[in-house]
């Protein structure tokens, strides 16, 4: 630090603190001491606290909280009964997080330390946590306003989150299984950014609450380690993947058979399933619960999760966690032809780079629902509209299976501590993906309806069954 870091820090210190009286969500108001330099509680904070206490847990389950600042999140998390650690870069604030707690009769003690990811200190819990909690820096600051130059580093909008994905990494037991990490991030692009550096590492994102502050969205971010008590099963070659998901014994929710080569797999309406050269083929199986959705909508959703995989190869934002990231990905020729198709137009040809399958088998009180998608990385011989992903990157098939894994469980798997996708966030991305679809090939076609289907000046086109066609 230097000597004129020193002289701003010692300036800001020695100035007087304030008393805020903040109320968490479902629980009474509380008086906290505020240190100089030390972040208050404000919408943010408020957001962060409210997606905590509607995480879909009981009492009992632990958290991390990681730039505590005041302590307001974690001492709300303290008197729901959950077993709290803290960290924050800056001395001052680990002293207020620990006062305010004492005067509530909170005695955390060394769970409470400086330091957090990135850090040298030993800012880490002894034992892993269900959730890890953080409150993004994302501020601008106002013209005039200082901050000393600890709190000043807290601020810096760069690499934050991919520090503690390197410190998971590193350090597994950090999160336990099950456990999610919940960051709260603004809708600037480094905000955008934090979703597809995850995906990319292999997990699980989704949006699980936000707000409206000024001209930006403020959003909760769940991300967690893709269907953990599943199987990812790769074989050379099969006669269907997802006949195979089907036949397993004792296949959990996101059990993934992939190959490279189906010997006799099948499109809708039983149509003839024509394999990719190093491409993609493979079948989830999915919860019970999936099938609430209706069929276009989960269609729709597993659609998402491939322009997801695709976005996260070509540095783009999530059209899962944005619509605007769908429609970016227009300007790229990709586009969604509905129910169950995603094709690429590029300026010397245009063709149909993946296929979706969605299946179900019921035997008694037994469901079971299958997911099989087919991505291609290169065109196919047999089929001259026919196109692959290395026109828009140039990964390999290894590269692609943890994250189109991700993807899916980011999309469709259900969660014992989140809400499932947001179904007009879906609805949304996919009508921008398919706006030149619709004005180009289906002159009639305008729109999607709440479940999925597809408006037309006839009525609605809806998929039953074999891809029969009813109206409404």
């Not at 870091?5 to 800001?12: A, P």
């Not at 994302?138 to 994905?165: A, N, V």
């Not at 990231?325 to 586009?335: A, D, K, M, Q, T």
């Amino acid at each position: 630090m230097s000597q004129l870091s020193i002289e701003r820090e010692i300036e800001l210190t020695g100035q007087t603190g304030a008393i805020v009286k903040w109320q968490a969500y479902g629980l009474n108001e509380i008086e906290l001491d505020i240190p100089p330099t030390v972040y208050p509680p404000r919408e943010d904070t408020r957001l962060l606290d409210q997606t905590l206490a509607e995480l879909k847990v009981t009492t009992g389950k632990s958290l991390l909280e990681i730039g505590c600042g005041c302590g307001a999140v974690s001492i709300a998390a303290s008197l729901r009964g959950w077993k709290v650690s803290a960290c924050d870069v800056n001395p001052l604030a680990i002293a207020a997080t620990r006062g305010n707690a004492a005067k509530l009769g909170i005695e955390w003690g060394p769970e409470v330390r400086e330091g957090g990811p990135g850090d040298i200190g030993n800012w880490e819990p002894q034992q892993g946590v269900d959730v890890i909690a953080w409150n993004l820096p994302y501020l601008e600051l106002d013209s005039g306003q200082r901050l000393g130059p600890m709190e000043d580093s807290s601020l810096i909008s760069h690499g934050e989150s991919k520090q503690l994905l390197d410190a998971i990494s590193a350090n597994p037991t950090l999160l336990n299984p099950g456990g999610i990490v919940l960051m709260l991030h603004s809708s600037n692009q480094i905000g955008h950014e934090l979703s597809r550096i995850w995906r990319r590492a292999g997990w699980a994102t989704r949006n699980v609450s936000n707000t409206i502050l000024g001209d930006e969205r403020l959003t909760v971010v769940a991300c967690w380690r893709p269907f953990e008590n599943a199987k990812m099963i790769r074989l050379e070659s099969c006669s269907s993947t997802n006949d195979k998901v089907l036949n397993l014994d004792n296949a959990t929710q996101g059990t993934l058979v992939s190959t490279e080569k189906q010997v006799s797999g099948r499109g809708y309406a039983g149509r003839e399933w024509y394999n990719s050269p190093g491409g993609f083929m493979g079948s989830w199986l999915l919860s019970k619960k999936s099938i609430d959705r209706g069929p276009e909508n989960l269609q729709l959703a597993s659609t998402v999760a491939v322009l997801d995989t695709i976005s996260s190869f070509m540095n783009h934002g999530l059209p899962s966690h944005s619509w605007i990231h769908g429609s970016s990905l227009e300007n790229y020729g990709v586009r969604v032809k509905w129910p169950n198709d995603v094709w690429l137009r590029t300026s010397t040809k245009i063709g149909k780079l993946c296929g979706i399958l969605v299946e179900g088998r019921t035997q008694g009180d037994d469901v079971q629902i299958i997911l099989g998608i087919g991505l291609n990385k290169t065109a196919i011989p047999e089929l001259a509209e026919s196109i692959g992903w290395d026109e828009l990157f140039s990964e390999s098939t290894e590269d692609l299976i943890p994250v189109i894994h991700a993807s899916v469980a980011s999309l469709l798997e259900v969660h014992a501590m989140i809400d499932d996708y947001d179904a007009v966030c879906v609805m949304s991305s996919i009508f921008t993906s398919m706006r030149m679809t619709l004005s180009e090939g289906v002159p009639v076609s305008y729109g999607l309806d709440d479940s999925g289907g597809l408006q037309t000046h006839g009525g609605v086109v809806r998929t039953t069954g074999e891809i029969q066609w009813t109206w409404n």
